[in-house]
C-alpha cells in the first residue's frame, strides 16, 4: 500500500523508471510471449503447401531480380494451383563449382542427400554438375516427358551422359545398358525463361531434369518442359 502514494508523487520518467526496475522481467517476459504467439500464428495461417521442390544449383543469385519462390506463381496459376495456399520451394543455396574446396564438398553432400532422399523433384545447373550427377543415375530418362518425335526435335537440347558401370542405372527398357552406351538424361533451358529472365542463369550450358527420386514427377515434368522451352 505505501507503493501507491509514492508512485502518485512521481514525474511520469520517475514512474516509468520505477516500474522497469520492478517489474521488467514480467514486462519483457510479457513481450516474448505476444511475439511468440504471434509468430506461431502468423506461420500457420501463411504457411503454404508445397507442390515441388526445385534445386537451383550455382544459380547467380546475386544478380537474381526477386524472391526465388515468387519466381513460379504463373507456372502453378495455369496448373490450377492458388499461389496463396501452394508454393514451389527453391533452393538457391548449393554451390558446386570445381569440387576442391571444403564448400565444394558440402555443396556435393547436400545434393547428394536431397536427390537420394526424395526431397528435389526438379534440378537446374551447369552441364558439368549435371553430367557427374546424371552418370550416377540421379535423374529420369528425358523420354519420360519427351515423345520420340519431341526428342528428334530437340536432339541438340538434350544431355547425354554415361552411366558409371558399378552404379545400378535407372535406364528403362528400350535403352541398352551395353558398356558405353548413352542415356539422355536433361535437357538445355530455352533461351526465355523465367531463370534467365530473373538472371539466375545463362541458357547456354544450363541443363534441367527430374530427379529419379522425385515422388512428383507428373507434375515436375510440365514445369521442365516449360523451361526447356517445349510446347
Request: charged share 25%; with cysteine; hydrophobic share 40%.
Amino acid at each position: 500500500m505505501e507503493k501507491i502514494p509514492k508512485l502518485k508523487e512521481m514525474s511520469p520518467k520517475e514512474r516509468a523508471i520505477y516500474i522497469w526496475d520492478y517489474y521488467k522481467w514480467f514486462l519483457i517476459i510479457g513481450i516474448i510471449a505476444i511475439i511468440a504467439v504471434i509468430s506461431i500464428a502468423r506461420h500457420f495461417l501463411t504457411q503454404k503447401e508445397s507442390v515441388l521442390y526445385v534445386v537451383l544449383a550455382n544459380a547467380d543469385s546475386l544478380s537474381a531480380e526477386g524472391d526465388g519462390k515468387e519466381l513460379f506463381s504463373d507456372f502453378l496459376e495455369r496448373e490450377g494451383f492458388d499461389p496463396k495456399k501452394k508454393e514451389i520451394e527453391v533452393n538457391q543455396s548449393i554451390s558446386y563449382l570445381s569440387g576442391q574446396s571444403m564448400s565444394d564438398i558440402y555443396g556435393m553432400q547436400a545434393l547428394t542427400t536431397i536427390l537420394g532422399s526424395g526431397t528435389a523433384d526438379v534440378c537446374v545447373m551447369n552441364e558439368e554438375l549435371f553430367q557427374e550427377l546424371a552418370s550416377l543415375g540421379a535423374f529420369v530418362p528425358v523420354s519420360f516427358y519427351l515423345s520420340e518425335e519431341e526428342m528428334e526435335e530437340q536432339a541438340d537440347q538434350i544431355l547425354w551422359v554415361s552411366a558409371d558401370p558399378d552404379v545400378e542405372t535407372i535406364a528403362e527398357g528400350t535403352e541398352s545398358e551395353a558398356p558405353g552406351t548413352l542415356y539422355a538424361r536433361g535437357i538445355r533451358i530455352s533461351d526465355d525463361n523465367v531463370l534467365t529472365e530473373n538472371g539466375l542463369y545463362p541458357p547456354e550450358g544450363t541443363y534441367i531434369g527430374i530427379a529419379n527420386a522425385s515422388g512428383r514427377a507428373e507434375l515436375a515434368a510440365k514445369l521442365v518442359r516449360e523451361l526447356a522451352g517445349v510446347e
